[in-house]
C-alpha cells in the first residue's frame, strides 16, 4: 500500500535526454521555489572547469541559493586534462556534499546537476544514488540532471521530462552563445 501523499511532500524529478535545457530547466524550478520562500542547493556532478553565467547570478541569490561545483569538468572531451580516476573521486565527493547537505535538513530542493551523466559514465555506482533517492527525507525534493537516466531512476521519479533535440544551431556552426548556452 502507497504512502497517502501531502502536499508538503516533495518529489523526485529527472530532466534527461539529448536536448537542451536540463540544467536550465532546474534553475527555472529553483528560481520559482526561492519565490516562495524556499532553500534551494545545486551540487554539479561533472561541470566544473568552464565559467557559466549561473556562477554568477546564483550569487545574487544567497543564501537562499547554495552553488557547489564539485566536477572536474566533462570526462573526454578536448579540453578533459585528468585522469578518469580523478573525475571518480570528484563525484564521490560530490556525492558526499549532497548526502551532507540532506542531513543538515535545511534544503528544501538539492540539484543534483549531470548525476545522469555521471552514472552513464560509470563515475558514480547506482547503489549509491538509489540509496539517496530512497532514504531523502519526505518533504526534500530531488532533482537529477543529465543525459542517459537509467531506467532504476526514471521508474522511482514522480516526474520525468525527456528534452528531445529537434534542432541545434551548433550543427550550423554556430559557436555557445553566452547567456543562453553558459
Known amino acids: 500500500m502507497e504512502k497517502e501523499s501531502s502536499s508538503n511532500d516533495g518529489i523526485v524529478i529527472v530532466y534527461t535526454g539529448n536536448g537542451k535545457g536540463k540544467t536550465t530547466a532546474s534553475l527555472g524550478v529553483a528560481l520559482r521555489a526561492i519565490g516562495h520562500g524556499l532553500r534551494v542547493c545545486m551540487v554539479q556532478f561533472i561541470k566544473g572547469e568552464w565559467h557559466y553565467g549561473e556562477l554568477n547570478s546564483i550569487k545574487k ?3 537562499e541559493f547554495e552553488l557547489i561545483v564539485a566536477g572536474k569538468g566533462f570526462i ?10 580523478e573525475h571518480v573521486r570528484a563525484a564521490k565527493t560530490a556525492l558526499d556534499i549532497v548526502e551532507q ?8 530542493i538539492i540539484i543534483l546537476d549531470e548525476i545522469n551523466y555521471a552514472l552513464h559514465l560509470g563515475v558514480l555506482q547506482l547503489a549509491d544514488v ?3 533517492l530512497q532514504n531523502r527525507p519526505r518533504h526534500l525534493s ?6 542517459h537516466a537509467c ?3 526514471i521508474t522511482l521519479a514522480d516526474l520525468v521530462t525527456e528534452m528531445k533535440e529537434i534542432k541545434h544551431p551548433y550543427k550550423k556552426g554556430i559557436k555557445a552563445k553566452r547567456g543562453i548556452d553558459f
Open 61 to 63: 541569490l544567497e543564501p
Open 130 to 132: 538509489m540509496r539517496i
Open 101 to 108: 547537505k540532506i542531513s543538515l535538513d535545511t534544503f528544501d
Open 151 to 153: 531506467e532504476e531512476i
Open 76 to 85: 573526454g572531451i578536448i579540453d578533459d586534462d585528468h585522469a578518469f580516476e
Open 142 to 147: 530531488l532533482i537529477l540532471t543529465g543525459n
